[in-house]
């Protein structure tokens, strides 16, 4: 099976798991006092609905769309505005991973991998803009 299709269904399940972006967020926030300082003023309920869209964007782009949605927010996360600094990507990404796991009860480990390929294709793109 193609990467981006072991991602749709694997996302599909996690999107289905009640507390899914609830556990993403609990476990992105304590990753780092870095993270946290940067979500201190957010709307949380509202972050956790923009995430959801913003996770497709990654796996849309992966499956041949254009980059304009990962343009914008490559440009809204850059130095000039959000500051996200590019290694905070890497605490993204584990965070990801690790709720993924927890919440995916069909999870193979090429699905995991699949993951991989198909967020750092995207974050690249997002990252580049910094
Ligand atoms: C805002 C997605 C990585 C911090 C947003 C928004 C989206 C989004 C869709 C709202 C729209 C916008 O501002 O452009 C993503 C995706 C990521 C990612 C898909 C991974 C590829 C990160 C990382 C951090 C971060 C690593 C580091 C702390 C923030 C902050 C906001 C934000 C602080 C603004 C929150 C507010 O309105 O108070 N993100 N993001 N994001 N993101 Fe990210």
Redesign the pocket.
């Known amino acids: 099976m193609k990467d981006t299709n072991r991602v749709m269904q694997s996302y599909g399940r996690c999107c289905a798991s009640a507390a899914f972006f609830d556990d993403f967020y609990a476990t992105?926030l304590a990753s780092s006092p870095?993270?946290r300082?940067?979500?201190v003023?957010?709307?949380m309920v509202?972050?956790k609905q923009?995430?959801r869209?913003?996770?497709l964007?990654?796996v849309m782009f992966a499956r041949g769309m254009p980059d304009t949605k990962?343009q914008?927010?490559g440009?809204?996360?850059s130095r000039a505005?959000?500051d996200?600094?590019p290694e905070?990507?890497d605490?993204?990404?584990a965070a990801?991973l690790k709720t993924i796991r927890q919440h995916d009860r069909q999870l193979e480990q090429l699905d995991l991998e699949a993951w991989q390929v198909v967020?750092n294709k995207?974050?690249d793109v997002?990252k580049s803009h910094y």
């Open positions: 992105f870095a993270v300082d940067k979500f003023k957010t709307d509202a972050q923009l995430l869209a913003g996770i964007n990654l990962l914008a927010l440009k809204s996360h505005h959000l996200i600094r905070l990507y605490l993204w990404i990801l967020l995207g974050i997002i």
